[in-house]
């Protein structure tokens, strides 16, 4: 089992519509999440990081950490065309070591 | 510095010869990461500092591969007797480390796009 599974997509979303992107981890001991955007030929952004259970929202982004089903997820609302890049979840294992997924790849439709 | 800076942001090489990439990280970040991301693919991790010390070298993909970090700040990853899978974009990340030991968010810098002809 991987230790961080994401689906590669590609995602495609109409424009204005909510975007949901999904990740699950194996590590029960994980403790922060985060969630970076990644544009072509760029380097990662961070957008989120949620360390508890629930949700955390910040403008159009809301990130949900579920624990006890393992899984994380970004929603984007009112998506926008340049909201379209690779979104990477990445995790603090129990080895106190990041773990990144592959990624999904939205793009946002006019 | 503003940010994580990497340099050269491009380097092209032939088969064999050795390349040296330097990373500058955020100013009073003690933690410092590399990492190695292929074209569409996801990103490798390769080694992690802290301060001077590299607790965890378990990404390094072959003895070919190396980094040292001087002074708590710039780290250079040499690669020698380079390969044309080494051919990659390298990214640099830098974070804090709590009074816990926790490491804090990584930012990454803009990264060295390798080429090995």
């Known amino acids: 089992q991987k230790e961080v599974e994401q689906n590669s997509g590609p995602l495609s979303v109409p424009e204005g519509a909510i975007a949901s992107l999904n990740c699950t981890y194996s590590?029960?001991?994980?403790?922060?999440f985060f969630w970076y955007r990644q544009y072509s030929g760029k380097s990662p952004e961070l957008i989120m990081f949620?360390?508890?259970?629930g949700d955390k929202e910040d403008g159009r982004f809301t990130a949900q950490l579920n624990k006890a089903s393992q899984y994380v997820s970004l929603l984007i609302r009112d998506s926008q065309p340049s909201d379209s890049a690779t979104y990477l979840c990445?995790?603090?294992?129990?080895?106190?070591?990041?773990?990144f997924g592959s990624g999904t790849r939205l793009s946002i439709r006019p | 510095g503003a940010g994580v800076s990497q340099s050269p942001s491009n380097k092209v090489t032939e088969k064999g010869k050795d390349v040296e990439l330097r990373c500058d990280p955020i100013?009073?970040?003690?933690?410092l990461y590399w990492y190695r991301q292929s074209l569409g693919q996801g990103l490798e991790f390769l080694i992690y500092?802290?301060?001077?010390?590299?607790?965890?070298k378990s990404g390094l993909p072959s003895d070919r591969f190396s980094a040292e970090r001087t002074g708590g700040s710039v780290s250079t990853l040499t690669i020698q007797r380079t390969q044309q899978e080494d051919s990659a974009v390298y990214l640099c990340?830098?974070?804090?480390?709590?009074?816990?030991?926790?490491?804090?968010?990584?930012?990454f810098g803009p990264g060295t796009r390798l080429l090995v002809l």
């Open positions: 990340a830098s974070s804090l480390v709590s009074a816990g030991g926790y490491q804090e968010t990584q930012y």
């Open positions: 590590d029960r001991g994980s403790q922060s």
């Open positions: 949620i360390y508890s259970n």
């Open positions: 990445a995790f603090y294992s129990s080895a106190s070591k990041i773990i």
């Open positions: 100013s009073g970040h003690t933690a």
């Open positions: 500092f802290q301060g001077n010390s590299a607790p965890d």
